[in-house]
T-cell receptor, first 112, second 111 residues
């Protein structure tokens, strides 16, 4: 059974701090690892990491895929209150499936 | 671009009532799916479809029906609502190589 585990489950930091969110996965014929940000509504796409693209960066957010360790990290530097959200990690299997297996998320709270 | 459109945004049902949650996408995505999200449980897959006329069950299908008569539409039917179906429901679509695009969600309360 495919599995994605995120840690920590919740995190409280002060504005300006740097945070690292962790994601480990066990999926059949791994294809890609995705990160989403969920504020009050639907998850919004952040990054997709594959064998051909193991590091992505967008502004203060960056993510790295470690295929050897079956894990990924999401880094956020110089955090802002607007970064407060649930961050979801998901893994896609290549075994003839479109399905994503989601972790339960990390709830990040950034306080002024 | 509309993306994935879900209706309604909010709904209150009485136990035993039935209803249909609508989902439509305009991106020509072959894959569509329904999730429910509950506190501490994460996103759980209810049903999914890989194309018109093809549907299959996910992790928590009991009490729900789906159909996929067109590429664009993937409605979710609650047959006889129960309080355990109180949740936030998301529809999502994708292609083979892309991540999911989510609808804005439906907050359902069953009393």
């Amino acid at each position: 059974e495919d599995k994605v585990v995120q840690s920590p489950l919740s995190l409280v930091v002060h504005e300006g701090d740097t945070v690292t969110l962790n994601c480990s996965y066990e999926v059949t014929n791994f294809r890609s690892l995705l990160w989403y940000k969920q504020e009050k509504k639907a998850p919004t796409f952040l990054f997709m990491l594959t064998s051909s693209g193991i590091e992505k960066k967008s502004g203060r957010l960056s993510s790295i895929l470690d295929k050897k360790e079956l894990s990924s990290i999401l880094n956020i530097t110089a955090t802002q209150t607007g970064d407060s959200a649930i961050y979801l990690c998901a893994a896609k299997s290549g075994a003839g499936s479109y399905q994503l297996t989601f972790g339960k998320g990390t709830k990040l709270s950034v306080i002024p | 671009n509309a993306g994935v459109t879900q209706t309604p945004k909010f709904q209150v049902l009485k136990t035993g009532q039935s209803m249909t949650l609508q989902c439509a996408q305009d991106m020509n995505h072959e894959y569509m799916s329904w999730y429910r999200q509950d506190p501490g449980m994460g996103l759980r897959l209810i049903h999914y479809s890989v194309g018109a006329g093809i549907t299959d069950q996910g992790e928590v299908p009991n009490g729900y029906n789906v159909s996929r008569s067109t590429t664009e539409d993937f409605p979710l039917r609650l047959l006889s609502a129960a309080p355990s179906q109180t949740s936030v429901y998301f529809c999502a679509s994708s292609t083979w190589d892309s991540g999911y695009t989510f609808g804005s969600g439906t907050r359902l309360t069953v009393v």
